[in-house]
């Protein structure tokens, strides 16, 4: 089980948004790369990084702060964010990024997703966010017709390696993550499926490391990290202990 810390990008800095909503946006740290590795400090394993400003454009934004990132940290990064065409995906696979999340894509493109999953297995990531239940686009703009589960059975077998689900209606307000709904996704796929969207506090982090939470890849932890509701070593220290993993250095 992973716990990933979460950098949002937004004009060159580390935000968190409120409900998806550009203009409610809190800055953390000017500098994303100095809280990258702090994060890394602090023992976290898997970076998840996401450019807002190219979500909304369509493409990447904050290419200089995720290559301060990738220059300065050890472990794997993943990001999503205005990612939506093959020659993008591969540049930044080049740069050094574990996986590439593709999100409004998915909906817009399935098939360029699939040919991703073929060219480069293992390192394309599918980013899953719903409003109600159906997915949004467009940097959460747009809502479609199309369910979370219909939309992640599109790419069984097709070389995903995750997919990561994303509850608008829950993410930046530390309501705690939807998890009848992650599980249900969790169980409908073969995908490892990441929890990501509300994550508040160490109540989260406990029932995650519960054996049946053990079907998720992980989760994602964005505001509570920041405002300091998850301590960053007992968190790990759970999640390693429920793993088998131990106590964490």
Known sequence: MILFPAIDLKNGECVRLKLGDMDQATVYNTDPAAQALAFQQQGFEYLHMVDLDGAFAGESRNGSAVDAILGTVSMPVQLGGGIRR????????EKGLARVILGTVAVRDP???RAAGRLFPGKVAVGIDARGGRVAVEGWAETSELTAIDLARQFEDAGIAAIIYTD?????ILTGINWSATIELANAVSIPV??????ASMDDIEQMANPEYAILEGAISGRALYDGRIDASDALALLNHASGKGSHA
């Not at 608008?168 to 930046?172: K, L, M, N, V």
């Not at 990441?194 to 994550?199: W, Y």
């Open 194 to 199: 990441i929890a990501s969207g509300g994550l």
């Open 168 to 172: 608008i209606d829950r993410d930046g």
């Open 86 to 93: 093959l020659e993008q995906i591969e540049a930044w696979l």
């Open 111 to 113: 098939d360029l997703v």
